[in-house]
């Protein structure tokens, strides 16, 4: 064990030496004015300390360290950064970003996870099970963010599933709502060109759950670059969680300046759990808004109130009854976790 404990400080000592190396030569470099002038680059992807960082000037792509005090930079940041002379960068500033994405962390509050996104695309599919909670829940999130939402129904191939779980039936609920939907097959093709006419001009992100085929889609719309796709499990019918890291793909253009990108981000680890009070929560169900305030009760939760608007809504048929129930089942939830 004491052995164990040695190695173990001994280790921490060589990663203390070699990082102390690294910022000494980043700000020998500094000192000697040795960095290359700044440039304004888009934020990749990001591993622990060091990012990617495409340049806007010309799409070349540079692996960067962060300096120290940086904050949190993620895909979607726009930075300023600088190059040594062995063309290993330091990202220096993180711009002001007009929209951002988070989750909560055990410990650090919430957590940045994208940012700058005009558009979240919340992918569905036969395969994992279709389910309406999950999507209530991705649009809860996805509302508090402020950010306009494109529902994408992959796996259109797989039209027998389609039938069996009545999913577009479901889903016409949500178009009624306002919410596009656009139906996808990542398999034969249908709906790829329309989704990229959608988006090639605009910042965006897919989410859903693990094995809806977000990379699937990816690849289809980026066929020279290459996101990792892995089986839906058959005996469980979930997905892998294959990706790990959040990844943004630029849409090429004849213009430099032209930034239209589309983030791929991992399975529902990343963005399917929150803690939100009741209130924010019927804030995120968008038909729900007409009534708030309407209830008997100040402090109504819109679950078995007397007098309540939500409640009497659903009865009238206003309100779709699934949607409450979603309601229903996401603060019982959240009041259980809290
Ligand atoms: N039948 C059918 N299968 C598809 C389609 N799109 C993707 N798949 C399959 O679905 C599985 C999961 O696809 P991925 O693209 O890895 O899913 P993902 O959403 O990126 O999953 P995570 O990275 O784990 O979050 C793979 O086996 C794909 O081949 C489709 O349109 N039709
Ligand atoms: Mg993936
Ligand atoms: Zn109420």
């Given at each position: 064990m004491a052995k164990r404990d040695k190695l173990t400080q001994r280790q921490k000592r060589q990663v203390a030496k070699t990082q102390r190396k690294r910022l000494n030569k980043q700000s020998q470099a500094e000192e000697l004015g040795d960095l290359s002038a700044p440039m304004e680059g888009l934020l990749v992807s990001r591993y622990g300390e060091q990012a990617d960082v495409l340049a806007l000037k010309d799409h070349q792509k540079f692996r960067c360290y962060l300096r120290q005090n940086l904050g949190a930079p993620v895909p979607g940041d726009k930075v300023r950064f600088r190059l040594d002379p062995n063309q290993q960068g330091v990202v220096e500033t993180i711009h002001e970003r007009h929209s951002v994405l988070q989750r909560p962390s055990p410990h650090q509050g919430l957590k940045p996870v994208v940012a700058n996104i005009d558009k979240v695309f919340v992918v569905i599919a036969p395969l994992p099970d279709f389910s309406a909670l999950l999507l209530d829940r991705y649009l809860v999130a996805i509302r508090d963010a402020e950010i306009p939402v494109h529902i994408i129904a992959n796996k259109w191939d797989l039209s027998e599933e389609f039938n069996n779980q009545q999913i577009e039936a479901q889903l016409q609920t949500y178009q009624q709502l306002g919410y596009p939907v656009t139906f996808v097959s990542t398999?034969?093709?249908?709906g790829i060109d329309e989704l990229a006419t959608i988006a090639k001009d605009i910042s965006s992100v897919l989410v859903g759950?693990?094995?809806?085929?977000k990379s699937s889609i990816i690849n289809r719309l980026f066929p020279s670059q290459h996101s990792k796709v892995d089986l839906v499990?058959?005996?469980?019918?979930?997905?892998?969680?294959?990706?790990t890291a959040s990844q943004l793909f630029l849409f090429d253009s004849d213009e430099l300046q032209h930034e239209g990108f589309i983030i791929d981000s991992p399975g529902i680890r990343e963005f399917g759990l929150w803690h939100m009070d009741s209130h924010t929560v019927a804030n995120g169900f968008v038909e729900f808004d007409p009534h708030i305030g309407g209830c008997k009760f100040r402090d109504c939760k819109h679950v078995n109130e007397p007098g309540c608007a939500i409640i009497n809504a659903v009865k009238t048929g206003e309100i779709s009854e699934s949607r409450w129930l979603s309601y229903c089942k996401i603060i019982a939830n959240e009041e259980t976790n809290n």
């Open positions: 398999k034969n093709g249908k759950q693990s094995g809806v085929g499990s058959s005996n469980s019918r979930l997905g892998q969680h294959t990706t």
